[in-house]
């Protein structure tokens, strides 16, 4: 109903705008005098001016958007500049113009507003720029341009969509950790060790990135002058060092940190060299399988960037119901913000079959565990469960001090 009043309206502001120089001529000519004249011919250029506006075509205007790049990480700034072209000179009082993107974006804080307000005159080129000081994680879309002008009296005015489609991608904010293996699984067993994968030295299988504590006779010196970087051989593993992660994907207020840290997890494990693998169960099961290298790394930081907290089932019945724990000989890590004995009994009964499990404990800043979840931790302990509390901005120290709590 709302768009089949808009042409009625057009119309109806522009007989209004008719009615008023006719109703100014008469008076002019019927009164007579300097006073009667000079308010006609004083309304007449804005009255002429509407009808060339109601005549303009905001169609001939070109508006592009320029954003630096299109991947970026939770929190970092983007200054998107936006590029108006005009093909004619005809004066134009204003132009309100609004960028339309997705509501994660539109209600972010920005310190330019996207819409904005220009005043082109005769320009025929002109530009804007507005900043969203802290994006938030997830795949956000720029949909198209909204454009407003009108005259100053206000009797005409004019709005026109331009479409004008961009994507940028924000992954997960991430906080460097020094990944310490709590478990190594020898082919003859399982054995406690927090030493870094030992090699077999006797068969390199490729070649990756230099990292402390390499060899100086593991460097490749002939990859390293190629790529202008140091590389050293990779190494077959003696032992299986492989990580499996699962991400609690239920609905809470520490999702974020949940995601995050996560993310900071994954990174830690494969930049020390060894394989991880990712389960999430949200609106849809994704499921990694165990990898390693930077295309895993990509992957995954690719997939927490779009993951919501959509799942339907709770940790535990997750849980319980993937059959794929019983098959893998892993390292097992948990990440979760909800502590509840169902989870831990079914924990309890995963690590009986594959060692003991590590599972950490997202809480906000300076958030005290509650009596609830202490008597939880401590029958987690006596299940064999490794329970880590990791706080909200301190990370980092979610291996420097490894102790059970």
Same mark, same amino acid.
């Given at each position: 109903?709302k768009?089949l009043?808009i #042409?009625?309206k057009?119309?109806w502001?522009f007989?209004?705008?008719l009615?008023?120089i006719l109703?100014t001529?008469?008076? +002019?000519m019927?009164q007579g005098g300097?006073?009667?004249? %000079?308010?006609f011919?004083s309304f007449?250029p804005?009255?002429?001016?509407c009808i060339?506006?109601? /005549?303009?075509?905001?169609?001939?205007?070109?508006?592009t958007r320029?954003?630096?790049?299109?991947?970026?990480?939770a929190?970092?700034?983007?200054?998107?500049m936006v590029?108006?072209k005009r093909?004619?000179?005809? #004066?134009?009082f204003y132009f309100?113009?609004?960028?339309q993107?997705d509501e994660?974006?539109?209600?972010?804080?920005q310190?330019?507003?996207?819409? +904005?307000? !220009?005043?082109?005159g005769?320009?025929? $080129?002109f530009?804007?720029?507005y900043i969203i000081d802290?994006?938030?994680?997830? $795949?956000?879309? %720029?949909?198209?341009f909204? *454009?407003?002008?009108g005259d100053?009296?206000?009797?005409?005015?004019?709005?026109?969509?331009?479409?004008?489609?961009?994507k940028?991608? *924000?992954? #997960? =904010?991430?906080?460097?950790?020094l990944?310490?293996p709590?478990?190594?699984?020898?082919d003859?067993?399982?054995?406690?060790?927090?030493e870094r994968?030992?090699?077999d030295?006797?068969?390199a299988?490729g070649?990756?990135?230099?990292?402390?504590?390499?060899?100086?006779?593991?460097?490749?010196?002939?990859?390293t002058?190629k790529?202008?970087?140091?590389?050293?051989? &990779?190494? $077959?593993?003696?032992?299986?060092?492989d990580?499996?992660?699962?991400?609690d994907?239920?609905p809470?207020?520490?999702?974020?940190?949940?995601?995050?840290?996560?993310a900071s997890?994954?990174?830690? !494990?494969?930049?020390k060299g060894?394989q991880t @693998?990712?389960?999430t169960?949200?609106?849809?099961?994704?499921s990694f399988?165990i990898? @390693?290298?930077?295309?895993?790394l990509?992957?995954?930081f690719?997939?927490?960037a779009?993951? &919501? =907290?959509?799942s339907?089932?709770? %940790?535990?019945?997750?849980?319980?119901?993937?059959?794929?724990?019983v098959q893998?000989?892993?390292?097992?890590?948990?990440?979760? +913000?909800?502590?509840?004995? #169902?989870l831990i009994?079914?924990?309890?009964?995963? @690590?009986?079959r594959?060692?003991?499990?590590t599972l950490f404990?997202?809480?906000?800043?300076? &958030?005290a565990?509650?009596?609830?979840e202490r008597?939880l931790? =401590?029958?987690?302990n006596?299940?064999?469960?490794?329970?880590?509390?990791?706080?909200?901005?301190e /990370?980092?120290?979610a291996?420097? &001090?490894?102790?059970l709590?």
């Amino acid at each position: 109903m709302k768009k089949l009043w808009i #042409p009625f309206k057009k119309v109806w502001k522009f007989v209004i705008l008719l009615f008023l120089i006719l109703l100014t001529f008469s008076y +002019a000519m019927f009164q007579g005098g300097f006073v009667s004249w %000079f308010l006609f011919y004083s309304f007449l250029p804005f009255a002429l001016y509407c009808i060339c506006l109601s /005549f303009y075509s905001l169609k001939e205007l070109e508006i592009t958007r320029q954003i630096p790049k299109t991947d970026y990480n939770a929190g970092e700034p983007l200054k998107v500049m936006v590029n108006v072209k005009r093909n004619s000179r005809f #004066p134009i009082f204003y132009f309100l113009i609004e960028d339309q993107m997705d509501e994660t974006l539109m209600y972010s804080q920005q310190k330019k507003n996207s819409k +904005a307000l !220009v005043l082109p005159g005769f320009k025929k $080129e002109f530009s804007y720029e507005y900043i969203i000081d802290e994006l938030p994680r997830g $795949e956000h879309k %720029f949909h198209s341009f909204l *454009v407003r002008t009108g005259d100053i009296l206000g009797l005409v005015e004019k709005e026109k969509p331009h479409e004008s489609e961009s994507k940028i991608i *924000v992954y #997960p =904010a991430y906080t460097e950790l020094l990944y310490r293996p709590f478990e190594t699984h020898f082919d003859q067993g399982m054995t406690a060790s927090r030493e870094r994968v030992q090699r077999d030295t006797t068969l390199a299988i490729g070649i990756r990135d230099y990292q402390p504590g390499d060899r100086f006779s593991w460097i490749n010196w002939k990859a390293t002058a190629k790529r202008n970087e140091i590389m050293t051989k &990779e190494f $077959e593993q003696r032992q299986s060092h492989d990580v499996f992660i699962v991400m609690d994907c239920a609905p809470d207020m520490h999702f974020e940190g949940i995601v995050s840290f996560t993310a900071s997890l994954l990174r830690a !494990v494969l930049k020390k060299g060894a394989q991880t @693998g990712l389960l999430t169960i949200s609106r849809e099961r994704a499921s990694f399988p165990i990898k @390693g290298g930077e295309n895993q790394l990509q992957q995954l930081f690719y997939h927490l960037a779009r993951i &919501e =907290a959509k799942s339907p089932s709770s %940790f535990d019945k997750v849980l319980e119901t993937e059959g794929m724990f019983v098959q893998q000989t892993v390292s097992f890590l948990l990440v979760t +913000a909800q502590l509840t004995k #169902p989870l831990i009994e079914k924990a309890g009964f995963l @690590g009986q079959r594959k060692g003991k499990i590590t599972l950490f404990l997202i809480k906000g800043q300076q &958030e005290a565990p509650s009596e609830n979840e202490r008597s939880l931790i =401590a029958l987690a302990n006596a299940r064999n469960i490794r329970v880590l509390m990791v706080h909200e901005g301190e /990370f980092a120290s979610a291996f420097s &001090e490894v102790k059970l709590r």
